[in-house]
Protein backbone atom coordinates (compact mmCIF):
# COMPACT_ATOMS: atom_id res chain seq x y z
CA UNK A 1 0.00 0.00 0.00
CA UNK A 2 1.02 3.72 -0.86
CA UNK A 3 0.65 6.03 1.72
CA UNK A 4 0.27 10.04 1.11
CA UNK A 5 3.36 11.71 1.59
CA UNK A 6 3.72 14.92 2.84
CA UNK A 7 6.69 17.54 2.19
CA UNK A 8 9.25 17.83 5.12
CA UNK A 9 8.98 21.39 6.03
CA UNK A 10 4.65 20.62 6.75
CA UNK A 11 5.76 17.57 9.22
CA UNK A 12 6.02 19.00 12.28
CA UNK A 13 2.22 20.86 12.68
CA UNK A 14 0.72 17.71 10.51
CA UNK A 15 2.28 15.49 13.66
CA UNK A 16 1.06 17.66 16.13
CA UNK A 17 -2.23 17.52 15.10
CA UNK A 18 -3.08 13.95 13.89
CA UNK A 19 -2.36 10.75 14.09
CA UNK A 20 -1.83 8.37 17.68
CA UNK A 21 -3.94 7.13 19.91
CA UNK A 22 -3.16 5.09 22.77
CA UNK A 23 -4.93 4.89 26.35
CA UNK A 24 -3.29 7.05 28.19
CA UNK A 25 -4.82 10.63 30.77
CA UNK A 26 -6.16 13.34 29.04
CA UNK A 27 -5.36 15.57 32.06
CA UNK A 28 -2.49 17.81 30.77
CA UNK A 29 -4.83 19.18 28.45
CA UNK A 30 -7.90 19.74 31.03
CA UNK A 31 -9.19 23.38 30.61
CA UNK A 32 -7.24 24.61 28.08
CA UNK A 33 -8.74 26.01 25.00
CA UNK A 34 -8.35 24.35 21.17
CA UNK A 35 -5.93 27.09 20.29
CA UNK A 36 -3.92 26.21 23.31
CA UNK A 37 -3.95 22.84 22.84
CA UNK A 38 -2.45 23.16 19.14
CA UNK A 39 -0.01 25.35 19.77
CA UNK A 40 1.57 23.81 23.50
CA UNK A 41 1.78 20.40 21.56
CA UNK A 42 3.74 21.79 18.28
CA UNK A 43 5.88 23.30 21.06
CA UNK A 44 6.37 20.67 23.47
CA UNK A 45 7.62 18.86 20.28
CA UNK A 46 9.56 20.55 18.85
CA UNK A 47 11.42 21.41 21.95
CA UNK A 48 11.99 18.02 23.16
CA UNK A 49 13.46 17.70 19.12
CA UNK A 50 16.29 20.49 19.18
CA UNK A 51 16.77 19.55 22.85
CA UNK A 52 17.29 16.11 22.13
CA UNK A 53 18.01 15.78 18.39
CA UNK A 54 21.31 13.79 18.40
CA UNK A 55 20.26 11.09 21.35
CA UNK A 56 16.80 10.76 18.94
CA UNK A 57 19.21 9.89 16.47
CA UNK A 58 20.91 7.59 17.56
CA UNK A 59 18.04 5.81 19.49
CA UNK A 60 14.72 5.56 17.13
CA UNK A 61 12.55 3.86 20.43
CA UNK A 62 13.24 7.06 22.25
CA UNK A 63 11.99 9.49 19.60
CA UNK A 64 8.88 7.40 18.82
CA UNK A 65 8.08 7.51 22.62
CA UNK A 66 8.56 11.29 23.02
CA UNK A 67 6.09 11.63 19.85
CA UNK A 68 3.54 8.92 21.20
CA UNK A 69 3.98 10.56 24.70
CA UNK A 70 3.04 14.42 23.58
CA UNK A 71 0.49 14.00 20.89
CA UNK A 72 -1.47 11.40 22.83
CA UNK A 73 -3.26 14.28 24.80
CA UNK A 74 -4.06 16.48 21.24
CA UNK A 75 -5.35 13.47 19.68
CA UNK A 76 -8.58 11.73 18.91
CA UNK A 77 -7.45 8.48 16.80
CA UNK A 78 -10.61 6.33 17.25
CA UNK A 79 -12.35 9.14 15.83
CA UNK A 80 -10.03 9.65 12.62
CA UNK A 81 -9.93 5.95 12.25
CA UNK A 82 -13.57 5.67 11.82
CA UNK A 83 -13.72 8.17 9.71
CA UNK A 84 -10.62 6.60 7.34
CA UNK A 85 -12.90 3.31 7.63
CA UNK A 86 -15.52 5.26 6.52
CA UNK A 87 -18.39 3.16 5.19
CA UNK A 88 -16.44 0.34 6.42
CA UNK A 89 -16.96 1.36 9.90
CA UNK A 90 -20.71 0.57 9.88
CA UNK A 91 -20.11 -3.44 9.57
CA UNK A 92 -16.57 -3.90 11.27
CA UNK A 93 -16.48 -5.31 14.82
CA UNK A 94 -15.94 -3.39 17.34
CA UNK A 95 -12.01 -5.38 17.59
CA UNK A 96 -11.38 -4.73 13.87
CA UNK A 97 -11.63 -1.07 14.81
CA UNK A 98 -9.87 -1.06 17.34
CA UNK A 99 -6.96 -3.15 15.41
CA UNK A 100 -7.25 -0.57 12.71
CA UNK A 101 -6.92 2.14 15.25
CA UNK A 102 -4.17 0.68 16.56
CA UNK A 103 -2.40 -0.34 13.97
CA UNK A 104 -2.93 2.93 11.58
CA UNK A 105 -1.33 5.06 15.05
CA UNK A 106 1.60 2.96 14.69
CA UNK A 107 2.10 3.36 10.49
CA UNK A 108 1.85 6.80 11.19
CA UNK A 109 4.15 7.05 14.03
CA UNK A 110 6.92 4.61 12.60
CA UNK A 111 6.77 6.56 8.89
CA UNK A 112 6.90 9.84 10.10
CA UNK A 113 8.10 10.22 13.21
CA UNK A 114 11.94 10.14 12.54
CA UNK A 115 11.21 12.67 9.34
CA UNK A 116 10.57 14.90 12.51
CA UNK A 117 14.58 15.03 13.01
CA UNK A 118 14.71 17.04 9.85
CA UNK A 119 13.30 19.95 11.72
CA UNK A 120 15.06 23.46 11.01
CA UNK A 121 13.08 26.44 12.77
CA UNK A 122 9.98 26.87 11.01
CA UNK A 123 7.02 28.45 12.76
CA UNK A 124 3.54 27.68 13.63
CA UNK A 125 1.35 31.21 13.67
CA UNK A 126 -2.19 31.31 15.17
CA UNK A 127 -4.51 33.28 12.97
CA UNK A 128 -7.97 33.72 13.70
CA UNK A 129 -10.45 30.52 14.64
CA UNK A 130 -13.98 29.57 13.78
CA UNK A 131 -16.65 28.10 16.16
CA UNK A 132 -18.94 25.69 14.50
CA UNK A 133 -20.58 24.50 17.29
CA UNK A 134 -21.08 24.04 21.05
CA UNK A 135 -17.97 21.17 21.02
CA UNK A 136 -16.08 21.80 17.55
CA UNK A 137 -14.05 24.81 16.61
CA UNK A 138 -11.94 25.42 13.72
CA UNK A 139 -8.31 26.33 14.47
CA UNK A 140 -6.52 27.99 11.42
CA UNK A 141 -2.63 28.32 11.49
CA UNK A 142 0.28 28.87 9.08
CA UNK A 143 3.50 27.11 9.19
CA UNK A 144 6.12 29.62 8.42
CA UNK A 145 9.94 29.44 7.70
CA UNK A 146 12.91 31.55 8.00
CA UNK A 147 13.39 31.55 4.69
CA UNK A 148 11.66 33.20 1.61
CA UNK A 149 8.88 30.71 1.48
CA UNK A 150 5.27 31.14 1.29
CA UNK A 151 3.63 30.56 4.32
CA UNK A 152 1.47 26.62 4.48
CA UNK A 153 -1.64 26.78 5.77
CA UNK A 154 -2.32 24.33 8.69
CA UNK A 155 -6.27 23.78 9.86
CA UNK A 156 -7.02 21.98 12.95
CA UNK A 157 -10.71 20.36 13.26
CA UNK A 158 -11.09 20.22 17.01
CA UNK A 159 -13.52 19.07 19.39
CA UNK A 160 -14.62 17.73 22.49
CA UNK A 161 -17.81 16.57 22.38
CA UNK A 162 -18.49 13.65 25.07
CA UNK A 163 -15.13 14.82 27.08
CA UNK A 164 -13.84 17.53 28.75
CA UNK A 165 -10.54 18.25 26.30
CA UNK A 166 -10.22 19.22 22.83
CA UNK A 167 -8.89 17.03 21.08
CA UNK A 168 -7.93 16.86 17.31
CA UNK A 169 -10.40 14.71 14.79
CA UNK A 170 -9.09 15.85 11.38
CA UNK A 171 -6.40 18.16 9.48
CA UNK A 172 -5.99 20.03 6.50
CA UNK A 173 -2.54 20.71 5.38
CA UNK A 174 -1.81 22.89 2.59
CA UNK A 175 -5.28 22.03 1.31
CA UNK A 176 -5.27 18.25 1.68
CA UNK A 177 -7.61 16.82 4.12
CA UNK A 178 -6.32 13.89 5.60
CA UNK A 179 -9.22 12.00 6.36
CA UNK A 180 -10.49 12.25 3.11
CA UNK A 181 -6.82 11.09 1.80
CA UNK A 182 -6.63 7.78 3.79
CA UNK A 183 -10.39 7.36 3.46
CA UNK A 184 -9.55 7.07 -0.42
CA UNK A 185 -6.47 4.74 -0.14
CA UNK A 186 -7.89 2.71 2.67
CA UNK A 187 -11.47 2.23 0.56
CA UNK A 188 -9.68 0.75 -2.46
CA UNK A 189 -7.36 -1.62 -0.23
CA UNK A 190 -10.62 -2.85 1.90
CA UNK A 191 -12.94 -3.38 -1.12
CA UNK A 192 -10.48 -5.19 -2.97
CA UNK A 193 -8.88 -7.23 0.61
CA UNK A 194 -11.19 -7.05 3.13
CA UNK A 195 -10.75 -4.96 6.73
CA UNK A 196 -8.97 -8.30 8.30
CA UNK A 197 -5.91 -8.11 5.28
CA UNK A 198 -5.45 -4.74 5.57
CA UNK A 199 -5.16 -4.90 9.34
CA UNK A 200 -3.29 -7.81 8.94
CA UNK A 201 -0.85 -5.67 6.09
CA UNK A 202 -0.79 -2.77 8.24
CA UNK A 203 0.19 -5.07 11.13
CA UNK A 204 3.10 -7.23 9.21
CA UNK A 205 4.90 -3.52 7.80
CA UNK A 206 4.64 -2.13 10.99
CA UNK A 207 6.57 -5.13 12.53
CA UNK A 208 9.48 -4.76 10.00
CA UNK A 209 9.92 -1.58 11.16
CA UNK A 210 10.43 -2.15 14.92
CA UNK A 211 13.22 -4.80 13.72
Known amino acids: MNFPQFKVNTLAPLLAALLLFVSGTLSANANKSPEDVVMDTFNQLISNIEANRTAYQANPAALYTMVEEVLTPAIHVESIATKILGRYARTATQAQKRAFAEEFKKTLLYSYAVLLLEYSGQNLVLKPSRVVGNDRVVV ?37 NFVTTYRSTYDQNIARNGIDAVIAELRAKNATLTE
Open 140 to 176: NTELVSSEAEEPIPIVFFMSNRGEPNWRARNLEGAGI
